[in-house]
Every structure is written in structure tokens, then in C-alpha cells.
């Protein structure tokens, strides 16, 4: 069956730093696309950055300079490197995963089929 198990987050000071790891297997088709939503108490999801298999990437306004997605294919492995971590980022983080989408549509929720559990990163201040 497929899976996406998500690893990394926590707790950390503003200004700090973390690095989310999502393992995917089990996928008769390969994921072109993958992603990293996320998601605060009270608030709606929202995409964080998007990449496909080319390396293609597409960020939020919101991670754009602070974050970067990464993938390594024979890994089976999507990363988020997360810096400069403010409070604002507090959330569950999810990573998704889709046969394809358009470029636009890197980070609408709606396009991934797939998802994991999450993992939570809190950022104090």
C-alpha cells in the first residue's frame, strides 16, 4: 500500500532551523509531483513549496528564501529545509504526493491524491 511517513519535526527557538524528511514506498506509479503542506489549529491547509521530478520547485510566498524542498528519487525520499524559523510556522506539516500537475497547481492541495500523517514543528519566541 502506499505510504508517506513524514520525520523531523519539533521544537525549536525563532531564528532556528529543521529539516523534514517524508520516506514514500509502495507506489505502483512513480510520484512526479510532491509537496509540503501545512496546517495550524484554526487555520485552513495551505501548500508550502512544491516539486517535480525534474526539480522544478514552486514556493508560498511565505517560504520563499527561508525554505527549500528537495527529493532524492533513489531515495524515495522529500526533504523541506526549514530556516530562520519564526513563530508564524508553527503547524502540522504534511507532505503529499501526486502522479502529476501542472506547474501552477505544484501547491494546491487538491491535485495530491496522497498524503501523510504529518509531523509537528513548533517555533517559540
Known amino acids: 500500500a502506499e505510504q508517506l511517513v513524514e520525520s523531523g519535526g519539533g521544537s525549536v527557538q525563532a531564528g532556528g532551523s529543521l529539516r523534514l524528511s517524508c520516506a514514500y514506498s509502495?507506489?505502483?506509479?512513480?510520484?512526479?509531483?510532491m509537496a509540503w503542506f501545512r496546517q495550524a489549529p484554526g487555520k485552513e491547509r495551505e501548500g508550502v513549496a512544491g516539486?517535480?521530478?525534474?526539480?522544478?520547485?514552486r514556493y508560498a510566498d511565505s517560504a520563499k528564501g527561508r525554505f527549500t524542498i528537495s527529493r532524492n528519487n533513489a531515495k524515495n525520499t522529500l526533504y523541506l529545509q526549514m530556516d530562520n524559523l519564526t513563530p508564524e510556522d508553527t503547524a502540522m506539516y504534511y507532505c503529499?504526493?501526486?502522479?502529476?500537475?501542472?506547474?501552477?497547481?505544484?501547491?494546491?492541495?487538491?491535485?495530491?491524491?496522497?498524503w501523510g500523517q504529518g509531523t509537528q514543528v513548533t517555533v517559540s519566541s
Open positions: 516539486i517535480a521530478r525534474d526539480g522544478a520547485t
Open positions: 509502495g507506489f505502483t506509479y512513480a510520484m512526479n509531483v
Open positions: 503529499a504526493a501526486a502522479q502529476w500537475t501542472t506547474y501552477s497547481d505544484l501547491i494546491r492541495s487538491n491535485k495530491y491524491p496522497f
